[in-house]
Antibody, heavy 120, light 108 residues
């Protein structure tokens, strides 16, 4: 069974950066894309962007274009999300999920989520 | 950008049918997916490609999509169905994914 295992919770100060990782299994890294979705406290789901690891191509939501970087490490089967210039508005649970390689389609499965708290 | 609308909440008695709508411009021409999320848990896919059910999802969950509205139907609702439900699709105009705002289903 395919699993996505995410890194542990983080507490960061405003203005700093955070990196969240997502360890894949099976053929996920070679046959699918990995996408990132975040959920603020009491809020809905917000798509941030994704990567096709085998091609190392990325696609970002407009509002995160200049502040987010998604990378893939083929040696470990791990995808990472970096968010820079953090503010309190970035306090959220960040999820990775498997998605089709060529865009479109559904997200399944999801990682367990990583809580990022931005606070001074 | 493509926007999706969902009712904020839906209440339903046990054993009855809940219908959750997802509105969007000509959404019937797109492929819509649905997720269930219980408090503190990651979302779970319950319907994909408008009406397909992943393995392990009860037959009580069904979906349809036509015109400007996609619908997730939960038949014979159980207490365990109480959750937030999100619709989701790929916007081919922007090549971006879009989520609906979510609907909280309360079982009375």
């Amino acid at each position: 069974q395919v699993q996505l295992v995410q890194s542990e919770a983080e507490v960061k100060e405003p203005g700093s950066s955070v990196r969240v990782s997502c360890k894949t299994s099976g053929d996920t890294f070679s046959s699918y894309s990995i996408t990132w979705v975040r959920q603020g406290p009491g809020q809905g789901l917000e798509w941030m962007g994704g990567i096709v690891p085998i091609f190392d191509t990325t696609n970002y939501a407009q509002r995160f274009q200049d502040r987010v970087t998604i990378t893939a490490d083929s040696s470990t089967g791990t995808v990472s999300l970096e968010v820079r210039r953090l503010t309190s508005e970035d306090t959220a649970v960040y999820y990775c999920a498997r998605a089709p390689r060529y865009g479109g389609g559904w997200f399944d499965p999801w990682g367990q989520g990583t809580l990022v708290t931005v606070s001074s | 950008s493509y926007f999706l609308t969902q009712p904020h909440s839906v209440s339903v008695a046990p054993g009855k049918t809940a219908m959750i709508t997802c509105g969007g411009n000509n959404i019937g021409s797109k492929s819509v997916h649905w997720y269930q999320q219980t408090p503190g848990q990651a979302p779970v896919l319950v319907i994909y490609h408008d009406s397909e059910r992943p393995s392990g999802i009860p037959e009580r969950f069904s979906g349809s999509n036509s015109g400007h509205t996609a619908i997730l139907t939960i038949s014979r609702v159980e207490a365990g169905d109480e959750a937030d439900y999100y619709c989701h699709l790929w916007d081919t105009t922007t090549d971006h994914y879009v989520f609906g705002p979510g609907t909280k289903v309360t079982v009375l």
